[in-house]
């Protein structure tokens, strides 16, 4: 038969052993995210750019006619002032000023063809 007061003493436990999982998921995701960012973190190579060097920078509007065949990158500039630790200013080869500032992310080592 149906017993309200162990119904009841059930569910309390139920309860219980709920907040215990979700700590222990929260416990283990932690240490998840953890572990991703050590083996991110290791095969991560920094972006060594530094005064003078020449680099391309990502193309973000390339020409509608080539289609997804255009060019990605697009120069070669060189950095004529390091704003922040990967943050850049550019300049063309003829010492045109580039107006903005960019992010080692859209940038990429020119490497002068011999």
Same mark, same amino acid.
């Given at each position: 038969?149906?017993?309200? !007061? ?8 139920? $309860?219980?052993?709920?907040? !215990?999982?979700? !700590? ?14 050590? *083996? *991110?973190?290791?095969?991560? &190579?920094?972006?060594?750019?530094? $005064?003078?060097?020449?680099? $391309? %920078?990502?193309?973000? %509007? ?10 990605? =990158?697009? #120069?070669? *500039?060189?950095?004529?002032?390091? &704003? ?7 300049? !063309? $080869? #003829? ?6 500032? =960019? ?7 020119? *490497?002068?063809?011999?």
């Amino acid at each position: 038969m149906y017993d309200g !007061e162990a119904n009841e003493e059930a569910r309390l436990l139920d $309860l219980e052993l709920a907040q !215990e999982r979700r !700590e222990l998921a929260a416990i283990k995701l932690a240490a998840t995210k953890e572990q991703v960012a050590k *083996y *991110y973190n290791a095969k991560l &190579v920094p972006h060594k750019l530094n $005064l003078g060097d020449q680099v $391309l %920078r990502r193309n973000f %509007r390339p020409d509608p006619k080539h289609g997804k065949l255009a060019s990605a =990158w697009e #120069g070669p *500039y060189l950095i004529r002032e390091v &704003v922040g630790a990967s943050t850049f200013k550019l300049s !063309e $080869l #003829g010492g045109t000023k580039i107006p903005r500032t =960019w992010n080692a992310q859209n940038l990429r080592r020119y *490497y002068c063809p011999a």
